[in-house]
């Protein structure tokens, strides 16, 4: 049993070891909107990243991908052929937005541009605990040289790490493409989950507009907010990225926008395709693929929609925090070696 396949089985007994947890084999006409779905965009995302799947289930699948897809019935056709719907874990999902923001910024320091974005440090080892958020912020790394550019707003610092990529336009019009290059060994933890505790919003209040807000209204309380969170993301600048190409996922390749999906590997196997079920104001049945991860992104029905670059998708991603469905497609052959019992 290979490895990848060993740890997804390792996953899926340890989720049905659980009294509440399960893992249940479905049909195609299970999934609710199937049929009103363009899976040709997701077949294209699948295409993307399906020779990165070493596991010999996925070799003959990724082969016929390239053929595949010509019209909607026949990319439906081929989900249906090769994969089996499971669902891993127990619904409600918890869906949340992501996107890649585009930034103001310059490559020298000034009155304007004064917030800097790093470059990793040569000593930052993976797994390694280094200097924390307020550390980091405090000067920690001040004078060495690792800044890649200066922002105009310490909150787009913030959020810029929390996306992981963006797009920092210079002041003689250039882009320059930045993405995730490591982080500080410190765990992730929830600003907006803090600020419930405070007491200063509801949990209904809380998103990424209403943070920016009230730390920017609150200048001095709002950065020691934004320090309880002590995990720090390291950036790489990206010089070959096409600008029609998305940022880069785990995967190492560019995500797509309304149909990548950043899930917990260690219950959704990246470059997976996934089906969604988001309920809330803007719903999404559509089918996805798993291209990235992310530090607040755990458990197997857990997943951050990819919603693509600017900020309207900002303003979007934004807002969601929806419940619903996650349900993977896997290989046939996989999906009944792991759960024979459908």
């Known amino acids: 049993m290979g490895a990848a396949r060993a740890f997804l089985l390792a996953a899926i007994l340890a989720v049905g070891a659980a009294m509440s947890a399960q893992a249940q084999i479905l049909s195609f006409h299970d999934l609710d909107g199937w049929e009103e779905d363009d899976q040709r965009a997701a077949l294209k995302v699948f295409q993307d990243s399906c020779d990165l799947l070493k596991e010999p289930e996925w070799g003959p699948i990724c082969k016929f991908a390239t053929q595949a897809g010509a019209s909607p019935a026949s990319a439906r056709k081929f989900f249906e052929l090769f994969f089996r719907p499971l669902v891993i874990g127990t619904p409600p999902a918890l869906f949340t937005g992501y996107y890649e923001p585009e930034l103001h910024g310059s490559l020298t320091r000034s009155p304007r541009y004064a917030w800097p974005i790093y470059g990793r440090?040569?000593?930052?080892?993976?797994?390694?605990?280094?200097?924390?958020?307020?550390?980091?912020?405090?000067?920690?790394?001040?004078?060495?040289?690792?800044?890649?550019?200066?922002?105009?707003?310490?909150?787009?610092?913030?959020?810029?790490?929390?996306?992981?990529?963006?797009?920092?336009?210079?002041?003689?019009?250039?882009?320059?493409?930045?993405?995730?290059?490591?982080?500080?060994?410190?765990?992730?933890?929830?600003?907006?989950?803090?600020?419930?505790?405070?007491?200063?919003?509801?949990?209904?209040?809380?998103?990424?507009?209403?943070?920016?807000?009230?730390?920017?209204?609150?200048?001095?309380?709002?950065?020691?907010?934004?320090?309880?969170?002590?995990?720090?993301?390291?950036?790489?600048?990206?010089?070959?990225?096409?600008?029609?190409?998305?940022?880069?996922?785990?995967?190492?390749?560019?995500?797509?926008?309304?149909?990548?999906?950043?899930?917990?590997?260690?219950?959704?196997?990246?470059?997976?395709?996934?089906?969604?079920?988001?309920?809330?104001?803007?719903?999404?049945?559509?089918?996805?693929?798993?291209?990235?991860t992310g530090g607040a992104i755990k458990g197997a029905q857990r997943a951050d929609i990819f919603y693509g670059t600017g900020d309207a998708a900002g303003d979007a991603a934004g807002a969601v925090k929806d419940g619903g469905r996650m349900v993977v497609l896997l290989p046939i052959d996989l999906a009944y070696a792991l759960y024979p019992e459908g």
Do not use: C
């Open 121 to 292: 440090p040569p000593e930052l080892r993976d797994g390694m605990q280094f200097h924390s958020r307020a550390a980091i912020e405090g000067g920690a790394l001040r004078g060495r040289g690792l800044e890649l550019a200066w922002l105009e707003d310490p909150v787009e610092v913030f959020f810029l790490q929390i996306q992981g990529s963006g797009r920092i336009r210079l002041p003689d019009g250039r882009v320059m493409r930045v993405g995730y290059a490591g982080k500080n060994g410190h765990p992730y933890r929830s600003v907006g989950q803090e600020m419930i505790r405070r007491g200063t919003h509801t949990p209904d209040q809380v998103s990424a507009q209403a943070i920016r807000s009230w730390v920017r209204s609150n200048p001095g309380t709002g950065m020691d907010l934004l320090d309880t969170n002590p995990s720090y993301v390291f950036f790489r600048r990206l010089p070959d990225l096409a600008p029609e190409k998305g940022p880069i996922g785990a995967m190492g390749r560019s995500i797509t926008g309304m149909r990548s999906l950043a899930v917990d590997p260690a219950h959704n196997p990246l470059g997976a395709p996934i089906w969604i079920e988001k309920t809330g104001r803007a719903p999404l049945h559509r089918l996805m693929v798993a291209q990235d």
